[in-house]
């Protein structure tokens, strides 16, 4: 969406309005990390590091949440402590007009903030994996909303493959019937979140951030309508032991089905479970495929 066709509703800060204007990178970053993601203080130290790692890399860091049912593209380090201190809602896109006439606050997932950065003119968004299609999705239907709002969103994605507590095979035939590109930066296995590979292939591979700056164009220049996933992988020495990850997912699906959980319920107590269960090993890995990620956004979006 061109940057002066923003909607009354969304407030982008001076600093992303100036660097939009003159045509400086920009990356988004969804907030859900920060207010649910990580523990309390290290929450906000996290948020400022991914901050400082957009400027880095030469772009211009765009942490996107909801505050009084204001939309902001942009946080102030005010505003980004209040999603780390506050008790915040969790907010897709489906939320988003509720919030906005409730006046209520809440950190964006990455639908949501796929949605409000796309529409504020940004093109490249970071985070930490995507939702996908949940295990035993015959019984449960149930989908993330990602998927559905991607489709329909074009703004490049860079994440480590979505949450290796889905069904990844699934995922990746519904990112495919949903038209939905995915590009593996640097690799030619999908990336598993936690773990650097989740042993599925991808079609298509780029080595630099100049490559897939290049698909992006492209992407634009046939007006496509759905989102680009650039598939960067948590670095090897980084993930998650793929042994202990195997068997702790193994017993928290266990537990969840156990406890009768379903639903929004489940992923965060998988994602509980395994931070509890791997001595905070996956929430470490967790944040290093976070940082990889800011880092790599910034390059495309420099090179862009």
Known sequence: MPFDDVPDAIKVSEEVRTALGEGRPVVALESTIISHGLPRPRNLRVAAELEQ??????AVPATVAVLDGRPLVGLDKGQLERVANE?????????LPMAVATGASGATTVSGTAFLAERAGLRVFATGALGGVHRQWCETQDESADLRLLARTPIAVVCAGVKSILDVPATLQRLETLGIGVLGYGTEHFPGFYLSSSGR?????VRTPKE?????????????KSALIVANPVPEAEQLDPRLHDEVLAAALAACRSAGITGQAVTPFLLRYLVE???GASLEANVAAVRANVRLAADIAAAL
Request: hydrophobic share 40%; charged share 30%.
């Open 53 to 58: 790692l957009v400027r880095a890399g030469g």
């Open 277 to 279: 269960h791997t001595d």
């Open 87 to 95: 008790e915040v809602r969790k907010l897709g896109h489906r939320d």
């Open 212 to 224: 897939a700056a290049d698909v992006l164009r492209a992407h634009r220049s046939l007006a496509l």
């Open 201 to 205: 292939p991808v079609d298509w591979t």
